[in-house]
């Protein structure tokens, strides 16, 4: 089989952590407005971006995810006053890490998203898909049971 | 270094016999050369068992988490990387100030034993003395005198805290400040490509027999309940896989985000030579570049970068490289 014919049948496993109050309300917003949008996509609600600890992104690498996609408020709009602030240090520092310890930086990705930005919601997570699809499947980081 | 002993031991007994505290955390020294453990004197007349050598290396400030000592009073030593450990300890609320009666001992590198060992002076060695900065290594009928930087750990050559930042009294002079470049390594790693990067990293944490050594000696890693104990959830895994390797040291390094006051303990405990520093080392760069230089353990009343933001904070994670 040749490299070309592997990748066209892979299909990704997309993680996406949702703030509860943006980007969550924005995945509604694209599927009442029958925008559609891969089916890779898992999404798992949060109360916050910052709730997301680095130990929920590793942990769905490690059980299978090839790709990981944190979305909150944007800055200056969060439910909580500094949430996503916080998170973005975090997840700044965090993906430069990755990258550090030799995990394509590409398989993380933080976007902000606000409840009327459906269409953008639709067009990020279409992007990864793309993007994960020709990165390839995650193997460095997945439990090999 | 002998006078800093003696000073030591007299000090010891001093505050001891005065009742000005219950307990004197110091060193003493082991069957062989290279051996200066821990030591824990209540009584004054134990105070001769103190030792001041070139292989004090344990850092004293994490005993001070033992439950029962929060109500004594205990007088402890500390070198320079020491004292960033406390400040840290302090920090994280986990030492109280009051409690804690600080002898400084300015610190101009201590002696790995096992660059001595790769260097075959090891045979025979009876014991190792510095006078300024040559080492004179002691055997039973003849004496071998070398440049001393040579034999220190990696720590100490980069260390740019060699005097204590925080003390109640001060045990000798102050030495000079002279670090090397600390970020040579990561750089060198920041240079290669990401899969060079990841078999590297691979090598590296497929030795980890998961002891948790690098945690346990931590001065930063002082939670009463640490994640990688927990039972549930349980974070991490007992199988010995490579998966469960790399989310410790991914999770454990990250958790020293803007709070690892690069002291190197963690990778001088560590028995399969994971370079640990490394890791630490990158985050802090990182910290740096990203919002400002920032040297966890000097203040402690400062907050620590990954606690607090600016608005203005750059997006890093919109790089299209991380590094």
Redesign the interface.
């Known amino acids: 089989m040749s490299v070309a014919a592997k990748t066209q049948d892979f299909e990704p496993l997309i993680v996406a952590f949702c703030c509860n109050w943006c980007s969550y309300a924005g995945a509604d917003l694209a599927g009442t407005g029958r925008m559609s949008y891969p089916a890779n996509i898992r999404v798992i609600r949060v109360p916050c971006s910052s709730r997301v600890s680095p130990n929920f992104i590793l942990r769905a690498f490690q059980r299978g995810a090839d790709g990981v996609v944190v979305a909150g408020c944007h800055p200056g709009d969060c439910h909580y006053v500094s949430g996503n602030y916080h998170a973005r240090r975090r997840f700044s520092m965090l993906r430069r890490f990755l990258e550090f310890v030799g995990i394509e930086a590409e398989r993380l990705e933080v976007h902000w998203i606000s409840a009327s930005e459906g269409s953008r919601f639709a067009q990020v997570m279409q992007d990864i898909t793309d993007k994960i699809r020709v990165l390839g499947p995650n193997r460095k980081l997945r439990d090999s049971r | 270094m002998k006078e800093i002993m003696q000073k030591m031991r007299a000090e010891a007994a001093r505050v001891l016999s005065s009742g000005e505290v219950d307990l004197v955390l110091g060193w003493e020294k082991g069957d062989l050369w290279w051996q200066s453990y821990p030591v824990f004197i209540e009584n004054e007349k134990k105070a001769e068992l103190l030792t001041w050598d070139l292989f004090c290396v344990p850092n004293l400030a994490k005993y001070l988490l033992e439950e029962i000592w929060h109500k004594k009073r205990v007088a402890l030593f500390f070198k320079g990387c020491d004292a960033l450990g406390f400040n840290q300890l302090m920090q994280d609320k986990r030492v109280d100030r009051e409690k804690a009666f600080i002898f400084a001992v300015p610190c101009s590198g201590l002696v790995d034993p096992q660059k001595v060992e790769r260097a075959g002076l090891h045979q025979g060695l009876l014991r190792v003395e510095r006078l300024g900065d040559e080492l004179t290594f002691v055997y039973k009928d003849r004496e071998k005198k070398t440049a001393a930087p040579w034999f220190y750990y990696d720590k100490c050559l980069t260390c740019r805290y060699p005097n204590p930042v925080v003390f109640d009294f001060m045990l000798g002079e102050p030495v000079p400040v002279n670090p090397r470049e600390r970020f040579t390594a ?1 750089k060198e ?2 240079g290669q490509n ?9 090598r590296q944490f497929s030795r980890c027999i998961r002891c948790f050594a690098c945690r346990n000696v931590c001065p930063a890693c002082s939670c009463r309940e640490c ?1 990688f104990d927990l039972t549930s959830p349980r ?1 991490l895994g007992k ?1 010995t ?4 390797n ?2 410790y ?3 454990r ?2 958790h020293m ?1 803007g709070r690892c006051v690069d002291c190197g303990e963690c990778a001088r405990v560590c028995p399969v030579q994971i370079p640990l520093t490394s ?1 630490n080392r ?2 802090i760069k ?2 740096d570049e ?2 400002g230089p920032y040297d966890a353990g000097v203040d402690p009343q400062k907050v620590p ?3 607090t ?3 203005g ?11």
């Open positions: 990561v790693l920041e990401v899969d060079a990067r990841f078999q590297y990293w691979q994640i974070w199988a896989e490579l998966s469960e790399q989310f040291h991914i999770t390094a990250f985000a890791l990158k985050l990182d910290i990203l919002y970068p990954l606690v933001f600016n608005p904070d750059p997006a890093a994670f919109l790089e299209s490289k991380g590094v």
